[in-house]
């Protein structure tokens, strides 16, 4: 069976030694009831949750096939509802919400480990309540005073739960050409009808009520994403007094059989007339959905975080235990009959990058996190505003870099068993099937590249990006000039300014360029991202003698002499153009010859 021990000594670390988050807490008046041992109290409470509770659920809700659909219900696999209801008793939903609406009012910083812990765990558990915080998040952006006071208190005892309907048959990414209507009531209301599909939790037993935030379009609305606007559409309509009154218009038309996280239903869902209350203004729903799909983004990188953990216990683990092969220098035991796998470099080679991987992507998402509470706690409007910036540069890069490396890292992990690691026992067969969905899902990888490449790149001319690099390079002054990593990340800092003139440059005069080097681009700022969160992790950990922390820095000389080097490669894959790519004809692609 999968084992999981959360890494709260990393946890720690990455909280208390590289970011000071204590620190950070009390010097904001909004986060100073926070402290570190607040804090480690409560990752070590989701630490027993993760483990003792939702871990065992995992793999069963897999073999007996998922979410059960039938005549427009769902049933959740077995243990998923007593789960939930402790997952909500213990207050977790709101873990992250506002204190006012019955949340915790935690910040960014801290609630990412959290994360992290169910989604090594149970990643189709985990998508039902994320959800519900999405939404959440949303209605309390843009929804009225009224709308706030009737869904948010419940969304946070997990009596009532969220959805986010975007895509249909038709539409996925280009949402301008929705077809679902919204026709207005007398009283206010209005009638939406039309078909929403990939709807995750669209339906299922763990809550009473479910609040659908749904697209659609108003009568004579603009065409395109600027006629689009948003509204709440409640499984059950709300009595006045804030009980349940009839079943609403909306219902599962059937659910998706899908290569993973089989114990998430994901929805088809058909509104047929179903009353619905707009959020916010008119045609200004995409901005409201954003503020959603926006943290779903980050989300998905801390699902590859939380897999790609699992996959390194387990291979690490495994590793330990497989007696095979001899050492080159003779053997470590005479008396056992083989070594342990361990004492090959290739095996070693495989772990090293998996956890390289790990350790660089945990510190980014607490970095991520720390700018989101940059925006939402700081009174400090010029902070505010460099932070916003960075997030919107580092959403693509925490969503699609964090996804595309944590599959990396487990397939790593997988080939360290061997043939066991195709096989459903040790339980890498199915983290593979279940990550590979965070690729796609909230805009697939190759989506979040165009947005860096374009919106947050060539049409700010570099302004965003070169912010970050100021910042990293005022960072790398600070450290020793004995650590390796300072002149590394100095170095990698200019051949990033380098390229991102040339990419800029060369957009003017090339439109197909930023579409056809996107991926290597957002790769090449991602492994920037990462040598930036060796520097801090180095200087952190260079002052202190214990093993534990010397160790950081022999996996920081590790990133930089193994991993680092595929800057380059992106580079120049960059530098050799858009012409290539786009030289042949349409026909090309589909010709037998």
């Not at 509204?231 to 309509?237: D, E, H, Q, Y």
């Not at 969905?437 to 049409?459: F, W």
């Amino acid at each position: 069976m999968p084992i999981y021990n959360a890494p709260l000594k990393d946890m720690e670390f990455i909280l208390n030694d590289v970011f000071q988050a204590e620190q950070f807490w009390q010097n904001n008046e909004n986060l100073a009831h926070l402290d570190m041992a607040t804090a480690n109290a409560i990752l070590e409470e989701m630490a027993k949750f993760s483990k003792n509770v939702i871990l065992d659920l995992n793999r069963p809700a897999d073999e007996e096939g998922g979410a059960q659909f039938s005549n427009g219900e769902v049933k959740t696999p077995a243990g998923f509802k007593e789960a939930f209801k402790q997952f909500a008793e213990g207050g977790w939903v709101g873990l992250g919400a506002p204190e006012e609406w019955g949340g915790q009012g935690m910040p960014k910083m801290l609630t990412v480990l959290a994360d992290e812990m169910i989604w090594s765990t149970n990643p189709s558990f985990m998508l039902y309540p994320l959800l519900t915080v999405g939404a959440g998040m949303a209605i309390n952006d843009r929804a009225s005073q009224e709308q706030k006071e009737t869904y948010l208190p419940k969304f946070y005892t997990g009596e009532w739960s969220g959805t986010m309907c975007l895509t249909e048959p038709h539409s996925g990414t280009d949402l301008g050409i929705i077809k679902t209507k919204a026709e207005p009531n007398e009283d206010g209301s209005y009638n939406i009808t039309g078909t929403k599909i990939f709807i995750t939790s669209g339906e299922h037993d763990l809550s009473e009520n479910i609040i659908h935030l749904v697209l659609a379009k108003t009568p004579n609305a603009p065409a395109g994403s600027r006629g689009i606007s948003l509204f709440i559409v409640p499984k059950f309509l709300v009595n006045v007094d804030g009980s349940l009154g009839e079943r609403n218009a909306v219902a599962a038309g059937s659910i998706e059989h899908k290569m993973g996280i089989k114990g998430s239903a994901t929805c088809v869902m058909n509104f047929d007339g179903a009353k619905g209350y707009m959020v916010g203004n008119e045609n200004e729903g995409l901005a409201g959905m954003f503020v959603m799909m926006n943290y779903e983004r980050l989300s998905m990188g801390i699902q590859g975080i939380g897999a790609a953990e699992f996959a390194y216990q387990n291979a690490a683990q495994y590793a330990t235990d497989r007696l095979q092969g001899r050492a080159s220098t003779g053997a470590k035991s005479p008396e056992k009959p083989a070594d342990s796998i361990l004492v090959h470099g290739d095996v070693r080679r495989m772990l090293l990058n998996v956890r390289a991987n790990n350790e660089a992507s945990r510190a980014f998402a607490v970095y991520v996190g720390q700018q989101l509470d940059i925006t939402k706690y700081s009174t400090d409007p010029e902070a505010v505003r460099k932070a916003t910036d960075r997030v919107a540069l580092l959403t693509p890069i925490a969503k699609a870099y964090l996804t595309d490396k944590a599959l990396d890292a487990a397939l790593e992990a997988q080939m360290c068993f061997g043939g066991h690691g195709y096989i459903r026992e040790w339980g890498m067969e199915q983290c593979i099937r279940d990550l590979r969905i965070s690729q796609i899902y909230e805009g697939t990888n190759g989506v979040q590249a165009i947005d860096l490449i374009g919106r947050k790149t060539t049409k700010c001319k570099g302004a965003y990006i070169a912010e970050y690099i100021a910042e990293i390079r005022e960072f790398s002054q600070s450290l020793d000039d004995a650590l390796t990593i300072k002149k590394a990340t100095l170095d990698t800092c200019q051949q990033l300014e380098d390229i991102t003139n040339f990419i800029v440059e060369q957009s003017q005069v090339n439109p197909d360029l930023a579409n056809s080097i996107a991926v290597d681009y957002l790769h090449a700022v991602g492994l920037l991202s990462f040598v930036y969160m060796y520097a801090r992790i180095s200087k952190a950990a260079a002052t202190k003698e214990e093993s534990y922390f010397q160790n950081k820095l022999v996996l920081a000389n590790y990133y930089i002499a193994k991993v680092l080097p595929d800057l380059s490669a992106r580079i120049q894959r960059i530098q050799a153009g858009a012409e290539l790519v786009m030289q042949l004809p349409e026909e090309y692609f589909t010709a037998q010859a």
